[in-house]
Nanobody
C-alpha cells in the first residue's frame, strides 16, 4: 500500500490548510488511518486518527478544536483540515494506515503498518 500525502505548504499563523492522504487501495477497503507530524529537532507525534468505519475520530489535545479529520466515501481519501494554525504546527506531516478493523483508532505509531512520505507544513508569523 502506497500512501500519497499532499496539501502541505506555507501559511501565516491563523490560516488554514487541508492535507490529503490517498491510496489506490482506499477505494476498495477502508483503512484505519492517522496523521503524524515531526517538527525540526523533535520526535514524531500523533496528531489525529480515524477508525475503520469512519465514525470515530481522535485528536491530540494540542489540535482539538482546530483540526478535523474526515474520509471521502467515494474513494477513501482521508483529509486533515487544519484551521487556526499556529507556529508550533510547523512540521513534516505523515499519513499512516493499517488494514485491520479497528472500532477505535489509536494515536500510536506502532499501530500503523503503512506510511506515506511527508508533506511539509510551515506556519509563519
Amino acid at each position: 500500500v502506497q500512501l500519497q500525502a499532499s496539501g502541505g505548504g506555507s501559511v501565516q499563523a491563523g490560516g488554514s490548510l487541508r492535507l490529503s492522504c490517498a491510496a489506490s487501495e482506499f477505494a476498495s477497503h477502508y483503512y484505519t488511518t492517522a496523521w503524524f507530524r515531526q517538527a525540526p529537532g523533535k520526535e514524531r507525534e500523533a496528531v489525529s486518527c480515524i477508525n475503520t468505519d469512519g465514525d470515530r475520530i481522535d485528536h491530540v489535545d494540542s489540535v482539538k478544536g482546530r483540526f478535523a479529520m474526515s474520509r471521502e466515501a467515494a474513494n477513501g481519501t482521508v483529509y486533515l483540515q487544519m484551521n487556526s494554525l499556529k507556529l508550533e504546527d510547523t512540521a513534516l506531516y505523515f499519513c499512516a494506515a493499517q488494514r485491520n478493523y479497528r472500532e477505535q483508532c489509536a494515536l500510536n505509531a506502532w499501530e500503523y503498518t503503512y506510511w506515506g512520505q511527508g508533506t511539509l507544513v510551515t506556519v509563519s508569523s
